[in-house]
Protein backbone atom coordinates (compact mmCIF):
# COMPACT_ATOMS: atom_id res chain seq x y z
CA UNK A 1 0.00 0.00 0.00
CA UNK A 2 1.54 3.11 -1.53
CA UNK A 3 1.00 6.15 1.54
CA UNK A 4 1.25 9.47 1.15
CA UNK A 5 0.22 12.66 0.82
CA UNK A 6 -1.47 13.39 -2.30
CA UNK A 7 -1.18 10.10 -3.34
CA UNK A 8 -3.79 7.34 -3.88
CA UNK A 9 -2.88 4.20 -1.21
CA UNK A 10 -2.80 1.17 -3.33
CA UNK A 11 -3.02 -3.03 -2.02
CA UNK A 12 -4.78 -4.52 0.45
CA UNK A 13 -7.43 -2.87 2.84
CA UNK A 14 -7.96 -3.72 6.40
CA UNK A 15 -11.67 -4.99 6.48
CA UNK A 16 -12.47 -8.13 7.01
CA UNK A 17 -13.28 -11.05 3.92
CA UNK A 18 -17.11 -11.37 3.90
CA UNK A 19 -16.60 -15.13 4.13
CA UNK A 20 -16.16 -14.78 7.66
CA UNK A 21 -16.59 -18.22 10.04
CA UNK A 22 -16.44 -17.10 13.14
CA UNK A 23 -19.63 -18.49 15.75
CA UNK A 24 -20.10 -20.14 18.80
CA UNK A 25 -22.17 -23.16 19.60
CA UNK A 26 -23.42 -23.80 22.95
CA UNK A 27 -25.51 -26.29 24.64
CA UNK A 28 -27.33 -25.63 27.94
CA UNK A 29 -28.96 -27.30 30.33
CA UNK A 30 -30.37 -27.30 33.88
CA UNK A 31 -32.17 -29.88 36.10
CA UNK A 32 -33.73 -28.73 39.19
CA UNK A 33 -35.39 -31.18 41.94
CA UNK A 34 -37.68 -30.71 44.87
CA UNK A 35 -36.92 -32.78 47.76
CA UNK A 36 -38.92 -32.16 50.78
CA UNK A 37 -37.69 -28.84 52.32
CA UNK A 38 -34.52 -29.19 49.34
CA UNK A 39 -34.63 -27.05 45.81
CA UNK A 40 -31.45 -28.76 43.80
CA UNK A 41 -30.21 -27.54 40.96
CA UNK A 42 -27.58 -28.96 38.67
CA UNK A 43 -26.16 -27.64 35.41
CA UNK A 44 -24.12 -28.06 32.45
CA UNK A 45 -22.49 -25.36 30.00
CA UNK A 46 -20.64 -26.93 26.80
CA UNK A 47 -19.98 -23.78 24.34
CA UNK A 48 -17.45 -24.51 21.16
CA UNK A 49 -16.09 -20.91 20.04
CA UNK A 50 -15.00 -21.12 16.30
CA UNK A 51 -12.63 -18.39 14.55
CA UNK A 52 -11.45 -18.04 11.13
CA UNK A 53 -8.74 -15.43 10.35
CA UNK A 54 -9.04 -15.49 7.33
CA UNK A 55 -7.22 -12.03 6.49
CA UNK A 56 -5.33 -11.50 9.66
CA UNK A 57 -2.46 -9.60 7.65
CA UNK A 58 -3.95 -8.36 4.52
CA UNK A 59 -2.96 -5.09 4.75
CA UNK A 60 1.00 -6.26 4.62
CA UNK A 61 0.65 -9.02 2.38
CA UNK A 62 0.89 -6.87 -0.71
CA UNK A 63 3.58 -4.48 0.92
CA UNK A 64 3.64 -0.82 2.53
CA UNK A 65 5.33 1.70 1.16
CA UNK A 66 5.68 5.25 2.01
CA UNK A 67 7.13 8.29 0.21
CA UNK A 68 8.46 11.17 1.83
CA UNK A 69 11.18 11.72 -0.11
CA UNK A 70 13.17 12.37 3.39
CA UNK A 71 15.82 9.63 2.16
CA UNK A 72 18.60 9.21 0.57
CA UNK A 73 19.69 7.39 -2.31
CA UNK A 74 22.41 6.73 -4.73
CA UNK A 75 21.67 9.13 -7.74
CA UNK A 76 25.38 8.58 -9.61
CA UNK A 77 26.96 10.08 -6.46
CA UNK A 78 26.99 8.88 -2.44
CA UNK A 79 23.83 9.57 -0.67
CA UNK A 80 22.22 11.88 -2.72
CA UNK A 81 19.44 13.39 -0.85
CA UNK A 82 16.04 13.16 -2.98
CA UNK A 83 13.57 15.29 -1.37
CA UNK A 84 10.40 15.06 -3.58
CA UNK A 85 8.18 12.45 -2.60
CA UNK A 86 6.96 11.74 -6.21
CA UNK A 87 10.43 12.09 -7.23
CA UNK A 88 11.35 9.11 -4.53
CA UNK A 89 7.91 7.13 -5.82
CA UNK A 90 8.98 7.84 -9.37
CA UNK A 91 12.81 6.23 -8.99
CA UNK A 92 11.08 3.26 -6.59
CA UNK A 93 13.11 4.84 -3.40
CA UNK A 94 10.87 4.43 -0.32
CA UNK A 95 11.19 5.77 3.47
CA UNK A 96 9.65 2.83 4.79
CA UNK A 97 8.69 -0.39 3.73
CA UNK A 98 6.84 -3.24 5.49
CA UNK A 99 6.14 -7.02 3.69
CA UNK A 100 4.26 -9.93 5.65
CA UNK A 101 4.22 -13.75 4.63
CA UNK A 102 1.68 -15.98 6.41
CA UNK A 103 3.37 -18.83 5.55
CA UNK A 104 0.95 -21.09 7.35
CA UNK A 105 -2.51 -20.34 5.53
CA UNK A 106 -5.43 -18.61 7.81
CA UNK A 107 -6.19 -19.13 11.35
CA UNK A 108 -8.64 -21.60 11.95
CA UNK A 109 -9.33 -21.08 15.77
CA UNK A 110 -11.23 -22.98 18.16
CA UNK A 111 -12.03 -23.27 21.64
CA UNK A 112 -13.99 -25.83 23.64
CA UNK A 113 -15.49 -24.50 27.23
CA UNK A 114 -16.70 -26.10 29.60
CA UNK A 115 -19.30 -25.04 32.92
CA UNK A 116 -20.88 -27.19 35.62
CA UNK A 117 -22.76 -26.35 38.71
CA UNK A 118 -25.25 -27.71 41.81
CA UNK A 119 -27.13 -25.39 43.89
CA UNK A 120 -29.33 -26.16 46.73
CA UNK A 121 -31.90 -23.80 48.21
CA UNK A 122 -33.29 -25.14 51.58
CA UNK A 123 -35.27 -23.74 53.60
CA UNK A 124 -35.06 -24.02 56.86
CA UNK A 125 -37.77 -22.38 58.77
CA UNK A 126 -40.67 -20.60 57.06
CA UNK A 127 -38.48 -17.27 57.19
CA UNK A 128 -35.25 -18.76 56.39
CA UNK A 129 -33.89 -19.66 53.59
CA UNK A 130 -30.36 -20.87 52.95
CA UNK A 131 -28.79 -20.97 49.42
CA UNK A 132 -25.60 -23.07 48.89
CA UNK A 133 -24.35 -23.35 45.02
CA UNK A 134 -21.03 -24.51 43.42
CA UNK A 135 -20.35 -23.72 39.97
CA UNK A 136 -16.65 -24.88 38.06
CA UNK A 137 -15.99 -22.67 34.51
CA UNK A 138 -13.07 -24.37 32.50
CA UNK A 139 -12.39 -22.02 29.64
CA UNK A 140 -8.78 -23.53 27.83
CA UNK A 141 -6.71 -21.57 26.03
CA UNK A 142 -7.82 -20.84 21.93
CA UNK A 143 -6.10 -23.77 19.60
CA UNK A 144 -5.75 -23.84 15.93
CA UNK A 145 -5.87 -26.58 13.94
CA UNK A 146 -2.48 -25.56 12.02
CA UNK A 147 -1.11 -24.72 15.18
CA UNK A 148 -0.51 -20.71 13.95
CA UNK A 149 -1.45 -18.69 16.66
CA UNK A 150 1.42 -17.19 18.85
CA UNK A 151 1.70 -15.59 22.16
CA UNK A 152 3.50 -13.07 23.80
CA UNK A 153 5.70 -13.83 27.13
CA UNK A 154 5.67 -11.03 29.47
CA UNK A 155 8.27 -12.40 31.86
CA UNK A 156 10.66 -14.12 29.57
CA UNK A 157 14.02 -12.53 29.43
CA UNK A 158 16.91 -12.48 26.69
CA UNK A 159 19.68 -11.56 25.58
CA UNK A 160 20.08 -9.73 22.40
CA UNK A 161 23.38 -8.21 20.85
CA UNK A 162 24.27 -7.45 24.54
CA UNK A 163 21.05 -5.65 25.79
CA UNK A 164 18.53 -7.23 27.97
CA UNK A 165 15.05 -7.62 26.40
CA UNK A 166 11.95 -8.59 28.20
CA UNK A 167 9.24 -10.24 26.56
CA UNK A 168 9.34 -13.14 23.53
CA UNK A 169 7.00 -14.41 21.06
CA UNK A 170 6.28 -17.76 20.95
CA UNK A 171 5.46 -19.07 17.87
CA UNK A 172 4.29 -22.74 18.20
CA UNK A 173 5.99 -25.82 16.06
CA UNK A 174 4.39 -29.16 15.73
CA UNK A 175 4.93 -30.17 18.95
Known sequence: ???H????????SNTNSSASRN???????TL????????LKFGADYRYLTYHGQNVYDAYELGQ????????????????????????????IPDKTYLDTNTFGAIDGYD????????????????????FGLRYELHPRFYDHDANIS???????????????LGAVVIPNNG
Not at 5 to 12: F, I, K, M, N, V
Not at 112 to 129: E, G, H, I, N, V
Open 151 to 165: NFLTDYQSIVNGQSV
Open 65 to 92: YAFTGAVTGTLGQKNAYIGNPYGAFLLG
Open 32 to 39: TWIKSAHT
Open 112 to 131: PAYAFFAQDDWKATSRLTLN
Open 23 to 29: GSQQIID
Open 5 to 12: RGLQPTGA
Open 1 to 3: MVQ
